[in-house]
């Protein structure tokens, strides 16, 4: 009986990485993102227990604007969590290889992870009971069969890819509700 299909926490965490990894970054790549030079980030599996993956990319615009998205996949749920923040950079980097000596955590620290947004949660608009009933998030729907598992990876890697490539729309959209902490190469925010 299709009641009884069971598929392991393992089975679910691993398709969602390799969505990630497979759609979602060569996307975000095309649009000038590349694997965080900082020390301390992550881009893979958190331990030897594989209790999920968390990758971060960011670019350096031409306005000296740092843009990270960090992805994160928990065992044991159904969704990619992908946020974006934005910062200005207080002195003019040649390229992202100026931050590899530097530790990048304080990006990631208040009042820096006031102005993180997460993708297709924190930027809807209109009423909350409609972004909630009708709009796709980043997650996988019900599974009660192979079948439906398959549909459910082939529709989150269609909404994945398709987000990843209009990155820029969620940019612009991160722009409309916030404005970036103005900080030096280590996330220090400037005083003004």
Known sequence: ???NFKISDKEVLDARNTIFKDYGIPELEKNGYVKSPFKTSWF???????RGYSYE?????????????????????????????????????????????CDGINFKLPPNDLTIMELRYDDYKGPPVFH?????WHKLGNIKSKSSFEKEVRKL???????????DSFEKR??????????DKEGNVIKK
């Not at 909630?132 to 796709?136: A, D, K, N, S, V």
């Not at 890697?157 to 990155?167: A, C, F, Q, S, Y």
């Not at 991160?174 to 900080?183: A, D, F, G, S, V």
């Open 57 to 101: 990319l960011c670019k350096l615009t031409n306005q000296n604007q740092l843009h990270f998205i960090n992805a994160s996949m928990l065992k044991g749920e159904k969704r990619i969590k992908i946020s974006l923040n934005i910062f200005e950079l207080n002195e003019k980097l040649n390229s992202l290889d100026d931050l590899k000596d």
């Open 132 to 136: 909630i009933l009708f709009l796709p």
């Open 174 to 183: 991160w722009h409309e509700l916030h404005k970036p902490n103005i900080t």
């Open 44 to 50: 893979g599996q958190y331990d030897s227990n594989i």
């Open 1 to 3: 009986m299709k009641d």
């Open 157 to 167: 890697r269609d909404l994945v890819k398709k987000d990843m490539d209009n990155i």
